[in-house]
Nanobody, 119 residues
Framework: QVQLVESGGGLVQAGGSLRLSCAASGRTFNSYAMEWFRQAPGKEREFVAAIRWSGGGIYYADSVKGRFFISRDNAKNTVYLQMNSLKVEDTAVYYC????????????WGQGTQVTVSS
């Protein structure tokens, strides 16, 4: 059974930092990109960052460039999102997703982790 399990969310003051983790299990993801999305109340889900298990393919949404950093640990099958200089508008449920590179389809999603940034 394939699972993506996010963790690391919580409540933080503006200007603070959090590190989210996405632990992947149940298959190999060499031909996938791992991506972070977020969804704030009343808003559509939006792309945050992406990385390939094979290396490279790192992209960020303009809204988080220079503040958020995505990385992976292949030995642990885990993708991280380091979030610095957090803003109130970063408040959202954060999801990780696995996108099959051959078809650009999002095949697997995690359950999400809540990030709340207070002023």
């Amino acid at each position: 059974q394939v699972q993506l399990v996010e963790s690391g969310g919580g409540l933080v003051q503006a200007g603070g930092s959090l590190r989210l983790s996405c632990a992947a299990s149940g298959r190999t993801f060499n031909s996938y990109a791992m991506e972070w999305f977020r969804q704030a109340p009343g808003k559509e889900r939006e792309f945050v960052a992406a990385i390939r298990w094979s290396g490279g393919g790192i992209y960020y949404a303009d809204s988080v460039k220079g503040r958020f950093f995505i990385s992976r640990d292949n030995a642990k099958n885990t993708v991280y999102l380091q979030m610095n200089s957090l803003k109130v508008e970063d408040t959202a449920v954060y999801y990780c997703a696995a996108k099959r590179l051959s078809t650009n389809e999002y095949i697997y999603w995690g359950q999400g982790t809540q990030v709340t940034v207070s002023s």
